[in-house]
C-alpha cells in the first residue's frame, strides 16, 4: 500500500514539474486585472522582439562575411523572438480580446464604435505580431507600437 501510494505521488510530481506554465492572464473569469502591467509587458516584449531580429541579422551578416557562423546562438535568438511574439499574442488574444474588451450594443452607436475600432485593432496586432515570428523586418514591430500605441488610447477612454 505504501509502495503504490509513493509511486502515485512520483508520478504526480512528475507531471506537476512538466506541465507547460500558462504564459498570459488566465481565462478563468476572477477579476484580477492589471492593464498597466499587461501593457509594460507587450512593450518589454516589442524590445525583445527587436533586439532578437537584430541579433539574427547580425549574426547573418558575419556568416554572409565568411565567418564561421554561431548556429546555436542563431537558434536561441530565433526562439527568443517566437517566445515573446507568442506572449504578445497571447495577451492580446486571452487577456484583452476575451476578457477586458466587452461587446457593445450597438444601438448606442459610440460604445459600439469604440469596440469595433479597439477589435480591430487587436486583429490588426495580431497579424502584424505573426508577420513580425516570420520575419526580421523591423517594420513589423514598428508597426505593432503604432498599433499598441493607438489601441492604448481607444481602450482608456
Not at 52 to 68: C, K, P, S, T, Y
Not at 100 to 106: G, L
Not at 143 to 155: H, I, N, T
Request: net charge neutral; with cysteine; hydrophobic share 40%.
Amino acid at each position: 500500500m505504501k509502495k503504490t501510494a509513493a509511486i502515485a505521488l512520483l508520478g504526480m510530481l512528475t507531471l506537476g514539474f512538466s506541465a507547460p506554465q500558462a504564459l498570459a492572464h488566465c481565462q478563468m473569469p476572477c477579476g484580477i486585472y492589471d492593464d498597466e502591467a499587461r501593457f509594460r509587458a507587450m512593450d518589454e516584449d516589442l524590445v525583445t522582439i527587436e533586439k532578437a531580429m537584430r541579433q539574427i541579422e547580425d549574426l547573418a551578416q558575419h556568416a554572409a562575411n565568411g565567418e564561421v557562423p554561431n548556429v546555436n546562438q542563431m537558434v536561441r535568438w530565433v526562439l527568443t523572438k517566437e517566445k515573446h511574439v507568442d506572449e504578445f499574442s497571447e495577451t492580446v488574444t486571452y487577456y484583452f480580446m476575451t476578457q477586458r474588451v466587452k461587446p457593445a450594443d450597438p444601438q448606442d452607436r459610440a460604445a459600439y464604435k469604440k469596440y469595433v475600432k479597439q477589435v480591430t485593432l487587436l486583429h490588426q496586432m495580431l497579424v502584424e505580431a505573426m508577420k513580425a515570428k516570420q520575419t526580421t523586418d523591423l517594420g513589423h514591430v514598428e508597426q505593432l507600437r503604432k498599433l499598441l500605441a493607438e489601441f492604448k488610447s481607444v481602450y482608456g477612454n
